[in-house]
């Protein structure tokens, strides 16, 4: 029995040392082993956006993109509005690889004949002056349609602005 006590005292100290031993290693490999990699991240926040639509339009958000080519300016005056259509586009003068928000502005079936109707985005930073992009202009025609529509666009630049922000587009 006393030999039976010493290989078990043995068996348990070497194991001990063994499994202490590769603890510390695993440990040890880890924390050389390991780097810090540190990155900044920037979020663009928005406050919150209003779309005030009026005499009988419809407008729907569709949100921000960054141009993939330049454009001239459409629909600039009651003179020579854009039309309501199917594809149709009112915009301001875009450049390439800037950022340009998009509303599309629908006709219903009581929308007024023959009008001309003018949008306006407003795009406010926080604690920062507003600045007022378009206007763009639209006529509806004889013919009144829900599915004629036209996508205004205006060209905001070449970044966003500062975060966070609000915008307001106004349709009248």
Same mark, same amino acid.
């Given at each position: 029995m006393n030999k039976m006590s010493k290989i078990h005292k043995r068996l348990r100290r070497t194991f001990t040392w063994y499994l202490s031993s590769k603890i510390?290693?695993?440990?040890?490999?880890v924390a050389v082993s390991a780097t810090t990699i540190v990155t900044s991240t920037t979020y663009q926040a928005e406050i919150g956006g209003e779309l005030n639509v009026t005499n009988s339009l419809v407008a729907v958000d569709k949100g921000f993109f960054v141009a993939s080519s330049s454009? /001239?300016?459409?629909?600039?005056?009651c003179g020579s509005p854009t039309v309501f259509g199917v594809d149709t586009v009112a915009n301001t003068g875009i450049t390439q690889q800037d950022?340009?928000?998009d509303v599309q502005v629908n006709e219903t079936s009581i929308t007024n004949i023959n009008t001309c109707?003018?949008?306006t985005l407003v795009v406010t930073p926080n604690g920062a002056a507003a600045t007022t992009y378009g206007p763009v202009y639209m006529n509806t025609t004889i013919s009144i349609l829900s599915t004629l529509r036209i996508d205004?666009?205006?060209?905001? /630049?070449a970044s966003a602005p500062s975060s966070p922000y609000s915008f307001q587009l106004t349709v009248k």
């Open positions: 510390v290693l695993a440990l040890l490999i454009a /001239g300016a459409a629909g600039t005056s950022l340009v928000y109707y003018k949008a205004c666009q205006f060209d905001i /630049g």
